[in-house]
């Protein structure tokens, strides 16, 4: 584990996943997390000094097609097809999913 890395940065973490852990996930997640820093800290120490920022490893362009306006189906056609819908609203209305 790293020397910056505590017992009590896990149970930090656990407190802000709002998960509670035995001892045993305790040592195995300590090990784990300490594996995943060290990793990330050798990332951290490549030089990247001359290297452009770049969005896409190859530098190739979108292939995706430019937007073009086209005709869609009205509001109102869409509303009349739904099982349940508020057409004054322009809304569909669907089951509640949370409490």
């Keep these: ?6 017992s009590d940065d896990l149970a930090r973490v656990a407190q802000l996943a ?5 001892p045993d996930e305790q040592h195995l997640f ?3 997390l300490a594996e995943f ?6 990332v951290q120490e490549v030089d990247t000094d001359g290297v452009p920022p770049t969005s896409h490893p ?5 292939p995706l097609r430019d937007d ?3 005709p869609s189906l009205a509001n109102e056609a869409a509303l009349a097809q739904a099982p349940e819908s508020d057409a004054g609203a322009g809304l569909f209305k ?4 949370l409490g």
């Design 68 to 70: 073009v306006v086209r």
């Design 37 to 42: 820093l060290a990793s990330a800290q050798q």
């Design 58 to 62: 190859t530098g190739a362009f979108s």
């Design 1 to 6: 584990m790293p020397a910056d890395f505590t």
């Design 18 to 22: 709002r998960v509670e852990l035995t």
């Design 30 to 32: 300590s090990r784990q």
């Design 94 to 97: 669907v089951p509640r999913v």
